[in-house]
């Protein structure tokens, strides 16, 4: 059984560029969701995705965007990108929208400078 | 609105010694609980949850945690703490089944 897998491991752009993040869910999980954590804080949720559609967001704005492919994989795009998004950006997928638990990958690390 | 309080930023225990880290969530239904620990520069692997049930639950790594609901407390243990324990530990609770909300996390030191 594949755990969580994200690319890249680490990531440098210039404020005001846009970025894409990877995410390959464990094998079986049909819903992914995406966590920012800052430096000493722990996780914020961004926004999940289930068959494809968005299925919750938290407090993150439209420049965070998000898609799942039918394979389940999945992509976190921001746009516009801001000093403040520097952070680790992690991926957790689930079975049946989270209800037995997540299992996390082990996150990108973006720099925004 | 949920919310999650780790009390302690940081605690240092002693190898061989006991280990309780605490949470207290507020949520107005009956959550999901779960604690993840992670180490540095890595992402979070899950210790143990709380659905419904017995309210002592037991996890990877001879961790255990309590649920009571009077306190709104989901504390971790651990009677014996080994060097590899040190790490950052979170508490969450589960909105439905949507997302995760965390607490600030509690850092864990042991010396020998």
């Known amino acids: 059984e594949t755990g969580v897998t994200q690319s890249p491991t680490h990531l440098i752009k210039t404020r005001g560029q846009q970025v894409t993040l990877r995410c390959s869910s464990q094998?079986?999980?049909?819903?992914v969701s995406w966590y920012q954590q800052a430096l000493g804080q722990g996780p914020q949720f961004i926004f999940q995705?289930?068959?494809?559609?968005?299925?919750g967001r938290g407090n993150f704005p439209p420049r965070f965007s998000g898609l799942q492919f039918p394979n389940y994989s999945s992509e976190l795009n921001v746009n516009a990108l801001e000093l403040d998004d520097s952070a680790l950006y992690l991926c957790?997928?689930?079975?049946?929208?989270?209800?037995?638990?997540?299992?996390f990958g082990s996150g990108t690390r973006l720099t925004v400078v | 609105a949920q919310s999650v309080t780790q009390p302690d930023i940081h605690i240092t225990v002693s190898e061989g010694a006991s280990l309780e880290l605490r949470c207290n969530y507020s949520?107005?239904?009956?959550?999901?609980l779960f604690w993840y620990v992670q180490s540095p520069g890595q992402g979070l692997q899950l210790l143990l949850k709380?659905?419904?049930?017995?309210?002592l639950v037991q996890g990877i790594k001879g961790f255990e945690a309590e649920f009571k609901r009077s306190q709104s407390s989901f504390n971790l243990r651990k009677p014996s703490v080994h060097w590899s324990d040190a790490a950052e530990y979170f508490c969450?609770?589960?909105?439905?089944?949507?997302?995760?909300?965390f607490g600030t996390g509690t850092r864990l030191t042991v010396i020998p």
């Open positions: 957790a997928s689930s079975l049946v929208q989270g209800g037995n638990g997540y299992t």
């Open positions: 094998s079986g999980h049909n819903t």
């Open positions: 995705y289930y068959r494809e559609e968005e299925n």
């Open positions: 949520y107005g239904a009956t959550p999901y």
């Open positions: 709380y659905f419904s049930g017995d309210t």
């Open positions: 969450a609770v589960g909105a439905g089944a949507n997302n995760l909300f």
